[in-house]
């Protein structure tokens, strides 16, 4: 009688829990829906890239996170973002370029980053932040810590010296990194083949003694689990792992970019939105009874006016102080060690 | 006071901080089981091990990353390059990552880590061998670019900047290595920023840093023996520059040659002249000449290679056009 009871508990938390990543998911859709409003608008400016279509790799790889872990990722990042728990607001008013943003819109929507959280960065380089990722999981070891260091990338990245330098070291020192390539076929507009002489991403950890995982990046539960192996390893003894996920991107490369442009075909675009990982996920919930179209809605309220309020606070909120221009170059004056 | 070589007071520099605090690490090519390409990092295995003294593959660019990444979390890095030239492999981190962290994360995420090895030309390397990049990485806000002339300066300022919160640029004299001179014992720390008359002088400034100090120090030997008193002023630093000390000093002789090894073009000392015809045009009774390397890739050849160089006669004679004594 205990046991069962404990079960349906667990059971309890458990779906608690499946339904708040659906949420995260609804709310990284709704966001970046938004978002690609207010660049319309004129109210983001610069480089917007948006991760509809991706929410599950997100997701899944940082609901298996610990809040002491480390997190680098591209330019492609609001996603990771709020799933990392950065609140809509602050990232929002980051894209509108305000005070109150994370960076106080100095950094805008490639290069956010919330160091509490251990958030280090959008960074705007291809395959330039894998060092960096590199670098942290050699610190963790270093302090013999067990915290891990997770690096997100597209595969367009993998063809850059800075992949496999900073995969080969991670393979000398088996360090507790993540290479977690999100591969939506793309970069920019050059396909895969068109751009990698071997189709496999994953077995390239081969040449540097990792681990390796391919993932089907639209199912959450496939993701979870893949990366609660990966952080297995990671964690004691340290080992890396580099995780394919693959996954599509439902919307342009950029903002400037239309939907399917001249290097995928709308028929391409309008299959693999099929596999919605966001409806995917609905569905698996609901047939589990977890989830009832009444929540369903409920949560889709919610979360949209989770976006308003992120996206008002952003719009009324102050632009940086004139000041503002000259700080943060160095560190203020006095400190070091 | 000892007397001990420009290398030796680096190591010496490296081995206190390391024994002083332990987020600091050195990692680079040979830097371990080899003892360095040029044995500034010699014994320093032993003494903290390969957790600390990390050899590397031949990957500057993944290596100076991996260093900025760790000090983003809080370790404190010495990256070394064999020689900056093999770091050009190496500059999206240094401009991209770690100049840049500050400012994009809205003063979140800091970068204390220095990158150093040996800069400029030593003797017959050729053209991918003998460069001077001072110029460019002075060019970058978010970074700090020193370099020293003195075994114990090489150790202050190593010091300093092994302590400083921001990414540091180290350059060190290939031909300065063997140099000796006098080095305080222990806590010897140089500040960043600061410059230093090497030679007090009345009739015209010799400015310079690094290789050309000792240049400049001969050539004021030269000149005093036709009756000029040249005062040297050492930079020490490139960025940030040390203004007061050069103002001050121009002001005083009203003339003024800078000397650096680089090239010409948009050189270290481009900014410095233009800093003092803006900041004290009234002061001066010469133009300020340049001495510079020669504009082009460094031959092999001795005889041109010696061409292209800097040299104390090319300053004396610098010297001597703004005092309009040839």
């Known amino acids: 009688m205990a046991t069962t009871k404990s079960a349906r508990k667990t059971d309890t938390r458990t779906a608690e829990k499946y339904r708040a990543y659906l949420r995260q998911m609804l709310l990284i859709r709704h966001f970046e829906e938004k978002a690609g409003e207010a660049y319309s608008l004129g109210k983001i400016g610069g480089f917007c890239h948006l991760y509809i279509g991706q929410e599950a790799v997100a997701v899944g790889c940082l609901s298996q996170l610990r809040p002491t872990d480390a997190i680098t990722t591209t330019y492609r990042e609001h996603g990771h973002a709020l799933a990392r728990g950065i609140p809509a607001r602050a990232v ?32 705007g380089i291809v395959g330039g932040h894998i060092p960096l990722s590199t670098g942290m999981g050699f610190a963790f070891k270093y302090r013999h810590t067990d915290q891990v260091a997770v690096c997100f990338f597209g595969e367009a990245a993998i063809n850059n010296g800075a992949f496999h330098e900073a995969l080969n070291m991670a393979g000398i020192w088996k360090l507790p990194c993540i290479f977690i390539c999100e591969n939506n076929r793309y970069g920019m507009g050059t396909a895969l083949d068109r751009a990698t002489a071997t189709w496999n991403i994953a077995e390239r950890a081969s040449a540097y003694d990792m681990s390796r995982e391919v993932v089907d990046g639209q199912d959450l539960a496939e993701v979870m689990a893949a990366m609660e192996r990966a952080v297995v390893r990671a964690r004691r003894p340290s080992a890396p792992t580099l995780l394919e996920v693959r996954t599509y991107r439902f919307v342009g490369h950029s903002m400037s970019d239309p939907i399917h442009g001249h290097y995928r075909t709308k028929e391409e675009v309008e299959a693999h939105r099929k596999r919605d990982p966001i409806v995917l996920w609905a569905e698996k919930l609901k047939a589990e009874g977890l989830l009832d179209d009444t929540a369903m809605e409920k949560l889709e309220a919610e979360v949209k006016a989770e976006v308003q309020d992120a996206y008002d606070f952003a719009d009324q909120s102050p632009d940086p102080e004139p000041e503002e221009l000259w700080r943060d170059v160095y560190a203020p004056v006095g400190e070091g060690r | 006071m000892p007397v001990i070589t420009y290398r030796d007071a680096l190591n010496q520099a490296l081995r206190e901080e390391m024994a002083r605090d332990q987020d600091v690490f050195l990692m680079g090519e040979e830097v371990g089981v080899y003892q360095g390409a040029y044995k500034v990092s010699r014994g320093l295995l ?136 006098e080095v305080p014992e222990g806590e010897h720390l140089v500040p960043i920023g600061k410059a230093e008359v090497k030679r007090a002088g009345e009739h015209v400034t010799l400015l310079c840093y690094s290789k050309t100090v000792a240049q400049c120090l001969k050539a004021a030997e030269l000149l005093e023996t036709e009756g000029v008193s040249a005062e040297v002023v050492d930079l020490r630093t490139i960025r940030p520059l040390d203004l007061e000390a050069i103002l001050t000093s121009v002001s005083k002789t009203h003339r003024a040659v800078m000397a650096e090894e680089g090239w010409n073009f948009a050189g270290a000392g481009a900014q410095v002249v233009d800093e003092i015809q803006r900041n004290i045009f009234d002061e001066l009774d010469a133009p300020v000449l340049r001495v510079t390397g020669a504009d082009v890739p460094m031959p092999y050849n001795k005889h041109l290679e010696k061409a292209a160089k800097v040299s104390p006669e090319k300053i004396v004679a610098a010297a001597k056009r703004v005092l309009y004594l040839d």
Request: glycine share 14%; aromatic share 8%; hydrophobic share 45%.
């Open chain 1, 92 to 123: 929002m008013a980051e894209l509108f370029g305000k005070a109150t943003g994370t960076s106080k819109g100095k950094g805008g929507s490639m290069h956010i980053f919330d160091a509490s959280l251990g958030f280090l960065g959008g960074h």
């Open chain 2, 46 to 181: 032993e003494e903290f091990g390969p957790n600390r003294i990390v050899d590397t593959p031949i990957t500057e660019l993944g290596f100076a990353g991996v260093g900025v990444g760790a000090a983003m979390v809080g370790l404190r890095p010495v990256i070394e390059f064999m020689t900056w030239n093999f770091a050009l492999l190496a500059i999206d981190q240094v401009i991209n990552s770690a100049a840049k962290m500050r400012y994009m994360s809205g003063g979140q995420v800091g970068v204390p880590i220095v990158f150093r090895g040996p800069a400029g030309a030593a003797l017959q390397l050729a053209a991918q061998h003998s460069q001077c990049f001072e110029a460019m990485y002075a060019h970058i806000p978010g970074l700090k670019v020193v370099m020293p002339a003195t075994p114990a300066d090489a150790k202050g300022l190593l010091k300093s900047a092994i302590r400083d919160d921001d990414p540091i640029v180290f350059m060190e004299g290939e031909m300065l290595y063997n140099v000796k001179g």
